[in-house]
């Protein structure tokens, strides 16, 4: 069973210092996200008996899922915050800086993890959440790991330790710091980026790899 790691709820607080400040005023935007799957035209109208058009072309197959939204941001946040554990207000601060965010041009390339949010977004409303031995909030619902793992890479990707400067290659980026390929930006390779989009394990500061099922940086 999927369950918040003592990593991931420590990693709060760390994100938390890191996000103070947007992107670097020097930086592009990060790549753009995708869609989760572009719906695909239905199939045009045929012509009537009577020689007119039947209808008019076939309207798209399905919408594009929709993504995790400041709201639910901040009322998922809420939830942990709840719990009343020693770190909540780590979520609370995390609730006004991040939320906020969530739409940012600099968040785009999050759609995916803002999306697999949304859709376990009502799971989250019935998840338990309790706290561990460290006093840390925890819980061993999966949709409180999707949700936490969209608010960390919103978090990252509005940090300039995380995502700084736009690169093609390492060597574009500052001593200390690595061209992540799936954000195109500059990250530093001692940061604290869980959540952070990668490609390679080498797109993730040191003690975390790339997680291939989700695109994102977790702990080792």
Same mark, same amino acid.
């Given at each position: 069973?999927?369950?918040?790691?003592?990593?991931?709820?420590?990693?709060?607080?760390?994100?938390?210092?890191?996000?103070?400040?947007?992107?670097?005023?020097?930086?592009?935007?990060?790549?753009?996200?995708?869609?989760?799957?572009?719906?695909?035209?239905?199939?045009?109208?045929?012509?009537?008996?009577?020689?007119?058009?039947?209808?008019?072309?076939?309207?798209?197959?399905?919408?594009?899922?929709?993504?995790?939204?400041?709201?639910?941001?901040?009322?998922?946040?809420?939830?942990?915050?709840?719990?009343?554990?020693?770190?909540?207000?780590?979520?609370?601060?995390?609730?006004?800086?991040?939320?906020?965010?969530?739409?940012?041009?600099?968040?785009?390339?999050?759609?995916?993890?803002?999306?697999?949010?949304?859709?376990?977004?009502?799971?989250?409303?019935?998840?338990?959440?309790?706290?561990?031995?460290?006093?840390?909030?925890?819980?061993?619902?999966?949709?409180?790991?999707?949700?936490?793992?969209?608010?960390?890479?919103?978090?990252?990707?509005?940090?300039?330790? =995380?995502?700084? %400067?736009?690169?093609?290659?390492?060597? /574009? $980026? @500052? #001593?200390?710091? +690595? !061209? &992540?390929? *799936?954000?195109?930006?500059?990250?530093?390779?001692?940061?604290? =980026?869980?959540? %952070?989009?990668?490609?390679?394990?080498? /797109? $993730? @500061? #040191?003690?975390? +790899? !790339? &997680?291939? *099922?989700?695109?994102?940086?977790?702990?080792?």
């Amino acid at each position: 069973m999927k369950r918040l790691s003592a990593g991931a709820a420590a990693a709060v607080g760390l994100l938390l210092a890191c996000s103070g400040s947007g992107p670097q005023s020097t930086g592009t935007g990060g790549g753009a996200g995708t869609a989760g799957g572009s719906a695909s035209a239905g199939g045009a109208g045929t012509a009537g008996g009577s020689g007119t058009a039947g209808g008019a072309g076939g309207s798209a197959g399905g919408s594009s899922p929709s993504a995790l939204d400041q709201a639910q941001c901040e009322a998922g946040l809420n939830r942990f915050a709840a719990a009343g554990c020693s770190d909540a207000a780590q979520y609370t601060q995390l609730k006004q800086t991040v939320c906020p965010k969530v739409s940012n041009a600099s968040s785009a390339v999050c759609s995916a993890a803002l999306t697999r949010a949304e859709g376990t977004y009502s799971q989250l409303q019935s998840a338990s959440f309790y706290c561990t031995s460290f006093g840390t909030t925890d819980s061993a619902d999966p949709a409180a790991v999707d949700f936490l793992l969209a608010v960390f890479c919103v978090t990252s990707m509005n940090s300039n330790l =995380c995502a700084g %400067l736009a690169c093609a290659y390492n060597t /574009d $980026c @500052p #001593t200390g710091y +690595t !061209c &992540n390929d *799936a954000t195109d930006k500059c990250v530093k390779t001692d940061a604290a =980026c869980i959540g %952070l989009p990668c490609k390679y394990n080498v /797109d $993730c @500061p #040191t003690g975390l +790899t !790339c &997680n291939n *099922a989700i695109g994102q940086c977790s702990k080792s």
